[in-house]
């Protein structure tokens, strides 16, 4: 399995491409905004998106998966317990000040443990709870797609619709660090890192400093 994202949009927020190379069939991860760029990658790439994985549903991270799901018939997915902040992508948009229309009703709703496949390829569904309700990621034996949970040196905020920090500290520490020290770690904004660099270097894990509510 090969993968590459494109950064778009004021939120500069990752949209992951996850291919199967014998067969191009393609996961696309968090269709954000600046539609063009993705259809672009596409086009240059010639995948065949198969799914359309929304790992929560903030605006940056779904914010095209209409356009997307127009343009290749993919299936979008989501975990039902985000399915309140799915259907307001027009209010969302409104607190930042973008007229955005209704994404199209989820396809696909995940529950932890479901394994999505993609030509030969496949990953897993595990539910991380915390920046929002339904915050999913995706793995494989060596790489995990952890949305807004875990950033380098930091992790996700907590104060949006539904957000809870304990909650988000829980399922880091119990269901992205257990991955294992050599877990490559793609986040939904900037670098990527590994769990061994966040179990050194992240202020927020292993009880180092108290959780800050406002965050
Ligand atoms: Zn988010
Ligand atoms: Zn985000």
């Not at 929304?54 to 979008?76: C, E, N, Q, R, Y």
Request: net charge negative.
């Amino acid at each position: 399995m090969r993968f590459f994202h494109v950064t778009t949009g004021a939120f500069q927020a990752h949209t992951y491409f996850l291919i199967c190379e014998q067969t191009r069939q393609t996961l696309v991860i968090d269709p954000g905004e600046e539609f063009e760029v993705i259809a672009d990658a596409i086009r240059a790439e010639r995948l065949e998106v198969v799914r359309i994985v929304v790992s929560h549903a903030h605006l940056d991270h779904f914010w095209s998966a209409g356009a997307l799901k127009a343009m290749t018939g993919a299936p979008i997915h989501l975990h039902p317990a985000d399915d309140f902040l799915y259907t307001q992508l027009p209010e969302q948009g409104s607190w930042f000040g973008f007229d955005l229309e209704d994404a199209p009703p989820v396809d696909v709703f995940l529950k932890d443990g479901d394994v999505l496949t993609f030509g030969r390829e496949q990953v897993n569904v595990r539910h991380v709870p915390g920046h929002s309700p339904g915050h999913v990621m995706l793995y494989n034996e060596a790489d995990a797609w952890v949305g807004d949970c875990l950033f380098a040196s930091s992790v996700g905020r907590v104060d949006l619709p539904g957000g809870d920090g304990p909650t988000l500290i829980r399922s880091i520490e119990d269901r992205i660090v257990t991955l294992g020290e050599h877990y490559r770690i793609h986040p939904g904004h900037g670098p990527s890192t590994t769990v061994a660099r966040e179990l050194n270097d992240n202020p927020f894990l292993g009880g180092r400093i108290p959780w800050r509510p406002s965050l």
